[in-house]
């Protein structure tokens, strides 16, 4: 069993559940954390929460793991709680002792009985007051019970204390909330000698050393929980930001981002599309600090781990998932590389899933991606690896180009003098002997983009041909 005792109280955590693929929030809430642990001279540790066994999936902990792994997020430690069991059940079971908590031997039916008979006086459900039977078992009674094999859980006894009218405490992004006490004894123990997340997450938090537990506002609520079961352990409270869902509008109403609905959600599928990870971070950071993006245009190009984070300025309004402005982020990243590393970057994805790829369009590709990069105005127009077959669809050899309005005596006459070869210099100058005057250069222009790339507007054609080489171009200016 891990002793944590001796953890001093530094800790900062993400706490996720194995059950499917990794959530933008819970990447928004690893970055939070990371900033928060650095800046304080803090430990960032990852618990992975898996006593709910319902919900669990086989091969989430390692997709999990793999994630947060891609995007260069490292846990000083890692506990797994399904591994914990005796901890819990040794502070369940010392809360019996002190009569803080009871075992319950309530059936399903019992439950649901008891549920029938309060909506039909109109009273509150849940297990309390009279309800809780199980409260006021003799000690004889209960050994009985057990050593007639019949299953158990453990509750937390609320009614022992008197708890106010409210619990109030003081959320970091928040400030103070009051919230009503649960008045229903929460069970702390499972039949299977696990804890539901309540029960653990006090424990955890506490012997782990979280300094502070951000988590998702949709804990908010349970929070007077929480710091019920802290009071009754003995623990001293535990500090809490609740971190606001990211939205989305659907249909101009506002909802959380949901795993099922919104692609963008599971954010391995962000990375798949070939979103820059630092384009996600970007985003997250300007949903999450209301100062980020004014740092960012003060400091272009400084790493990010150079912001400072600031907990008040994560706001309390939930932010919306914008896809342009993400868009629009991820093109400011993508400019900001070098050709090699965009390189590097595209043979790192999945880049074997384009469209009929051959060793000769990848190397073509790879010389796309460094056609008017660095500089002054670096071209912005990648946003995700995905786009690259309608972005860059010229460099495979099937294009479509409508060759109706060409002046085909023009283009083969360009054709015969067009040379790879030719420098930048070189190559206009040949263009523009073959135009007396502006329109007609205008024109002529036009008509090799488009014959050669079947694109109005492009990057760079001089580029764009090079990369194509001699024959590719004649053959695409001659083709009619
Ligand atoms: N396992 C919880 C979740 O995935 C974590 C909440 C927390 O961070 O404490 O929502």
Redesign the pocket.
Known sequence: MKNCHSNPKNGY?????P?GYVHLG?VA?ALVNSYLARQNGGRFYL?I?DTDSKRYVADAVAKMKDCFKYFGIEFAETYVQSERAEIYQKYAHDLVKQGKAYYCFCTEDDLSQMRATQVKNNEPTGYYGKYAKCRHLSAEEVQQRIQAGQPYVIRANFGYQDWGERIVFNDAGRGEIALLPQVNDPIILKANGLPP?NFA?VID?TLMGTAL????E??LISTAEHIQLCDLLGFPRLNYLHMPTINIEDNGKKRKLSKRKDPQALVMNLVDAGYPREAIFEYLLTIYNSDFELWRTANPSAPLTDFEFKISKIGTNNPLFDLPKFNDIAKNVWARYDHATVVKMFNAWDWQKLPNITPTIKNRLEAMLGVERGGERPRKDLIKLEDIPDLYSYMWDEIVVDGQDFDRNLLSAYAEIYDANDDKDTWWQKIKNMAPDKPTLRALTGQVRLAVTGKTNTPDLWAICRILGNDVVKARLTRW
């Open positions: 955590r993400i706490a996720p559940s059950t819970t809430t618990r929460e997340y997450h938090d537990v951000i988590r998702g949709e804990w």
